[in-house]
């Protein structure tokens, strides 16, 4: 069964850039929905985006991406298929983004998540 | 944004007993609502998607049902591991969390 793992910067200034990594093992990224979900300590998780690789080596092959409205104009996710990895860039940040960052697999839920990443953003 | 509200905040039941959490969607959600477990320091668990399908590996203790607005959880006999906090999720407009129950021991 495919397995999760995230890597991240654990801290982070205001207003830079967070980027974090979620690496799959024991499973292929094409053709799943993979996900970014983030939790504030001792609050509920908070979808982030997702990204589906359809694994299409046409010229036009699509990626398709969706975001939280409330993200959107800051987040962006992307896949490496070569390194079977997806990633979240988050800009702008602030005190409100400190949370642990998980990437999950989503089929009907999510079904599989990774352990998280902790991100503290503090000057 | 769909907006999905737990209750109660907080249930004190003692081993043995059932458990019967609440998720409220500010609309319909069909059925594409989601349970998780979740414990201290790990990630949530899916115990139940679609309303009511147990995901594999789940206890058949476990059981979901409702659809459109209203949705239940129930534990028919609690086992000491199932204290935990539990989130609701709904996928029918993009992806939004309940704010959760805790599940204590009495």
């Known amino acids: 069964q495919v397995k999760l793992q995230e890597s991240g910067p654990g801290l982070v200034k205001p207003w830079e850039t967070l980027s974090v990594t979620c690496t799959l093992s024991?499973?292929?990224?094409?053709?799943?929905?993979w996900s970014w979900i983030r939790q504030s300590p001792g609050k509920a998780p908070e979808w982030i985006g997702y990204i589906h690789d359809s694994g299409n080596t046409e010229v036009y092959y699509r990626q398709t991406t969706n975001y939280n409205p409330s993200l959107e104009s800051r987040a962006t996710i992307s896949v490496d298929r070569s390194k079977n990895q997806f990633s979240l860039k988050l800009t702008s940040l602030s005190g409100a983004d400190t949370a642990t960052y998980f990437c999950?697999?989503?089929?009907?839920?999510?079904?599989?998540w990774g352990l998280g990443t902790m991100v503290i953003v503090s000057s | 944004e769909i907006v999905l509200t737990q209750s109660p905040d907080t249930l004190s039941l003692s081993p043995g007993e059932r458990a019967t959490l609440s998720c409220r969607a500010s609309?319909?959600?069909?059925?594409?609502l989601a349970w998780y477990q979740q414990k201290p320091g790990q990630a949530p668990r899916l115990l139940i998607y679609?309303?009511?399908t147990r995901a594999a590996g789940i206890p058949a203790r476990f059981s979901g049902s409702g659809s459109g607005t209203a949705f239940t959880l129930t534990i028919s006999s609690l086992e000491p591991e199932d204290f935990a906090v539990y989130y609701c999720?709904?996928?029918?407009?993009?992806?939004?969390f309940g704010q959760g129950t805790k599940l204590e021991i009495k």
């Open positions: 609309q319909s959600v069909h059925r594409f």
């Open positions: 024991d499973g292929s990224i094409i053709n799943n929905y």
């Open positions: 999950a697999r989503m089929v009907d839920a999510f079904d599989i």
């Open positions: 999720q709904q996928r029918s407009n993009r992806f939004t």
């Open positions: 679609d309303a009511s």
